[in-house]
């Protein structure tokens, strides 16, 4: 059985950092492709970012690109998500994935960010 358990988030002000963590039980989290969602109220869930299973590839939305780096650790089972320079629009519930072939099988249950003035 895969548990992803969520971490890290929190209110902060336009311009800050954060940084997630998804600490994974049940299976290497560096040996499969792994990302992060969000789902803002009102807002369907969309992707943020991922990385594959060798931990060169990453890939990143528009929209946090240059902000946000994706990153594991394979010794704590855990992966990060660090979030600079954060915007009012990055309000949301942070989720980590992990994939099964082409499918995005196992979730976390979120944890929130708050962007605020």
């Known amino acids: 059985q895969v548990q992803l358990v969520e971490s890290g988030g929190g209110l902060v002000q336009p311009g800050e950092s954060l940084t997630l963590s998804c600490a994974a039980s049940g299976r290497n989290i560096r040996l499969v492709a792994a990302g992060w969602f969000r789902q803002a109220p009102g807002r369907e869930r969309e992707f943020v970012a991922s990385i594959d299973s060798t931990g060169y590839r990453r890939t990143y939305a528009d929209s946090v690109r240059g902000r946000f780096t994706i990153s594991g650790d394979n010794a704590k089972n855990t992966m990060y998500l660090q979030m600079n320079s954060l915007k009012l629009d990055d309000t949301a519930v942070y989720y980590c994935?992990?994939?099964?072939?082409?499918?995005?099988?196992?979730w976390g249950q979120g944890t929130q960010v708050n962007v605020s003035d």
């Open positions: 994935a992990q994939k099964i072939g082409n499918t995005w099988a196992y």
